[in-house]
DNA sequence: GATGAATGAGTTTTCATTCAT
DNA sequence: CATGAATGAAAACTCATTCAT
């Protein structure tokens, strides 16, 4: 036999080829329209194949909401450390939010979108790896100075909703993720109205 | 004879019995994974039965989002009847959205929720028949009076992520619904920093 | 209420226009793929309705046979009225079959086309309906003065069969029917080499 | 470990079980009234794992077609080999397709019972199969020495409906197929009046 | 006579999953 | 590691038929 084989597949890189058609898949049609055999067809595989990797779809899904919010608490981690003015913390942690969820692939916007559902086999644990990121926007919330009847948490939700929402609407020609994001910032801190009594 | 026949149908109401039973089933468990059968049993008829008064699933999917727009519309138009004031206006179409998302019950949630995506069968329409609602809203922020270089467009669609994510993280506990709208529209309006320089 | 009814349809051709809308659909899609709803669509009622004329669609099948049958022979029985020769009347008897089978609507090519099958509900019935009429043509061959060894009921049948093939292969420019009979009776009476020893 | 195992599939010839389950309800039922359920029970198998072999329904019908087809030309082809003259060569097409139709096996037979309908979902396809057949027989008039004014076409297909249209009549006390393509050939050559003027 | 509404058994097809090789 | 082959349950949808009105 000769030194190599000409389809011989990167060792390691295939488990990551699955991970990704199935986010691909999971945010073009949703978790149960999407099937395993075309997550494998996309990967490039044999549907048997992905069990291999994986136990189960559920499993899957569960594999790309980590994978998504890993990402995302990585790069919003790394964006704030240095920083220490809480307003300027919260402009680049919403930066970066709409960043990756606007141009960083298919893996957070899966997270945001195939939101769990009670009736899914991994509803809590789900719910759970997305609350602990988002208690990071807690904490930037947190450290503000604001009128003291202010409620924290629905401003927290309603930043969140605003971003989150953005990738039912944002269109490649739309203004670049980081201005939405320091637009939505701007509206937050001084109002529509400024200069109002 | 006794009191009721079993066979009597009662016979307008069934055809809205199936609309109920898929926004339903279509909130709580996402448009592919809701089976006619369950649609079905929860209506209290045989899955054949829901093929009379709806050719398909999708039709149905279609049924439930006009509905949930045609009340909203209906709901958000009645309110705003009679007032003049641009930003009460506004309050009180969020007021009303806000009302009857979160406790209007399964269709306009659904309409939310059940976010069209470019693979299902009858996109174009579905996204259509939103966009004609959430043009209200354009108008309304037309009327507002802003600081000219402010962009309407990522406002309204600011304010409409922030409501439409609500259903995520609304609990019965939680403020009222229009108290919610409220703050938003005073954030919205004021800023978080009322007396910033 | 005023004189007549805009819609009033003719009392009894109601159960003709069910026949007919059966014999087109059966021998467009075959009896199992032809579905009462659209007979009943094609002749311009309700499904529930053609059950008012027929009792099953078996019994619809059963009644274009009928009718089929019931016309050929007719035509048949008139065209051999008077005649003698027992070779013009084997040949007018196929003229009038060619003529009835590719010119005289749907019913009698259903008889040809949707040909019994044994696990047919009707089997028995059908076969002898059909077998009463290619009777016709054992007491015509039987007329006719053949070679002693002349295996009749071969002939009738290689007969009948290149006959009944025809409307696979018809098309609106071929030769007229009568003449293709009458070039199967002329090949048939004297064969392709009328000069060989 | 007893002699054999209950799951071993005996690797390759499902599909042909597959394939001559499908010929035998095609020809018995029909296309349509023969279910995919009823296929699989013949075959030794589940609905499901038909569909590992074949797409779809309809091309199990393509696939049997083109079984049928291929049968009957090799055979054909085998049996004019090393023949020349012309008759011997027409009487020995008719003879090796009466043998096939007749007691080949259901594949042929399906072929020319199952006859494609405009409203079938592959017709174009099966057509063009059939004539690819037919074609041979098209060589086969053309090599006879005729009158000059006899219309091959038409005996052509006066001959292939009679032999075509004996699966209807033929039972198993008949005369061997050789004899009556024999037969037909006789009478299709010298007539039915041999010595008339 | 006709129909609107419903039924239940049936249809083809899809799918997540398994497992021997 | 990967796959070819299979499975069985479930999916959406169709259909002949019924029956009260």
Redesign the interface.
């Known amino acids: 036999m000769p030194a190599s084989e000409p389809l011989a597949p990167r060792p390691e890189n295939r488990r990551q080829r699955v991970l990704e058609a199935a986010a691909s898949r999971f945010l073009?049609?949703?978790?149960?329209?999407a099937s395993m055999r075309d997550i494998a067809a996309d990967a490039g595989m044999q549907v048997g194949s992905i069990y291999y990797h994986f136990p189960s779809k559920a499993d899957l899904l569960t594999a790309v909401h980590q994978e998504g919010l890993r990402r995302i608490k990585t790069a919003v981690t790394e964006a704030l450390s240095g920083r220490q003015d809480p307003w300027e913390r919260l402009e680049w942690a919403c930066i970066t939010h709409m960043e990756v969820l606007l141009h960083g692939g298919d893996f957070f916007q899966t997270v945001m979108?195939e939101?769990p559902?009670?009736?899914d086999p991994d509803w809590k644990h789900l719910v759970a790896l997305r609350d602990d990121y988002e208690a990071i926007f807690t904490g930037l919330l947190d450290a503000?100075t604001?009128?003291a009847d202010?409620?924290r948490r629905?401003?927290r939700?309603?930043?969140?909703?605003?971003?989150?929402?953005?990738p039912?609407?944002y269109r490649s020609g739309d203004?670049a993720p980081a201005n939405?994001a320091r637009?939505?910032i701007e509206?937050?801190?001084?109002?529509?109205?400024?200069g109002?009594p």
Chains 1, 2, 3, 4 share one sequence.
């Open positions: 073009r049609h949703g978790y149960s329209a979108r939101l559902r009670e009736t503000l604001l009128p202010m409620d629905k401003v939700l309603m930043l969140l909703g605003a971003m989150n929402y953005s039912m609407w203004d939405i637009n939505f509206v937050l801190r001084r109002g529509l109205e400024p109002a």
